[in-house]
C-alpha cells in the first residue's frame, strides 16, 4: 500500500542516513510515511502525497540534481509541499538559483560559513514555524561536522544558529507557504525532539493527517 508522505534519502550509500528519523517524525504526526533512496529523477508517483520530505544528511560530494528537482518543481506546481533538509544541498548542486531561489524561497546564501563545527544551537526566528523553539546538540554524523550555510531567505527565516567557531547568529534556513529548507542538520536531534521541529513544519505548510481530517469532518457533521 501507499503511504500519503514520503522521504527520499539522498546518501548515495555513503553518507549518514538520517531519512528513517524523518520517516518516524512523519509517522508520529499521524502520517504513513513512505521512503525512497537516491532516485535521481526516479520517484513514485506523486499525486496522492500530502508533503515530501527530501534529506541530504551530510551529503556533500557534487549530485546532478535536475532530475529530482525536476520531479519537485511539477508536483509543487500541483499544490504539493516539500521539506528539504541538507547541510550540504547546495554545495552539491553547485549554489542556490533556479529551485531553491524559485520554490524553496532562497534569494542568497553564503557556504560553509559555519566550518565543521562541532556543537551547534539553533533558534527559532520570530514569526516563523520554530518560533519559541530552541535547541543544543553535538554533531552526530560520522565522516564529517557542520557545515552550515548562511542563509538570505526571500521572506519568512527558519533559524538562527550558532556554533563554537561562529558567534553572531545568521539565517540558517527559510520558508515558504509551501516549503521548508533547513541547511542545519535537525537529523542530529534526538528523536523526540526532531519529531517536535517535523511537527512544526507541518503545521507551518498546513498539512493535516487522513486521521485528523477524518476527525474534524466527524466534528463538523454534527453542526449540520
Not at 518560533?131 to 564529517?144: F, R, V
Not at 527558519?158 to 553572531?168: C, G, P, R
Request: aromatic share 14%.
Amino acid at each position: 500500500g501507499r503511504g500519503n508522505a514520503l522521504v527520499a534519502s539522498i546518501i548515495q550509500g555513503t553518507f549518514t542516513d538520517v531519512g528513517p528519523y524523518f520517516q518516524t517524525a512523519m509517522d508520529s504526526h499521524g502520517l504513513s510515511t513512505d521512503i525512497i533512496y537516491d532516485p535521481f529523477g526516479v520517484w513514485p508517483a506523486m499525486d496522492d502525497y500530502l508533503v515530501v520530505c527530501v534529506s541530504t544528511a551530510d551529503m556533500w560530494w557534487s549530485y546532478d540534481w535536475a532530475p529530482d528537482e525536476a520531479i519537485l518543481s511539477a508536483y509543487m506546481d500541483n499544490a504539493g509541499k516539500v521539506m528539504l533538509v541538507g547541510q550540504d544541498y547546495l554545495y552539491s548542486r553547485l549554489g542556490w538559483q533556479g529551485f531553491p531561489n524559485n520554490y524553496l524561497g532562497v534569494c542568497g546564501a553564503t557556504e560553509d560559513l559555519n566550518w565543521d563545527a562541532v556543537d551547534l544551537t539553533a533558534e527559532g526566528v520570530a514569526g516563523g514555524p520554530m518560533d519559541g523553539l530552541y535547541y543544543e546538540w553535538s554533531t552526530c554524523y560520522d565522516a564529517n561536522g557542520f557545515f552550515t550555510d548562511e542563509i538570505v531567505p526571500c521572506a519568512t527565516g527558519l533559524a538562527l544558529w550558532t556554533s563554537e567557531q561562529v558567534f553572531n547568529p545568521t539565517e540558517g534556513g527559510c520558508s515558504t507557504p509551501t516549503a521548508v529548507f533547513s541547511t542545519i542538520g535537525f537529523g542530529c536531534l534526538q528523536q523526540d525532539y526532531l519529531n517536535d521541529v517535523v511537527c512544526r513544519w507541518l503545521q507551518w505548510l498546513d498539512v493535516s493527517s487522513p486521521a485528523e481530517n477524518s476527525t474534524w469532518g466527524s466534528v463538523k457533521g454534527l453542526f449540520r
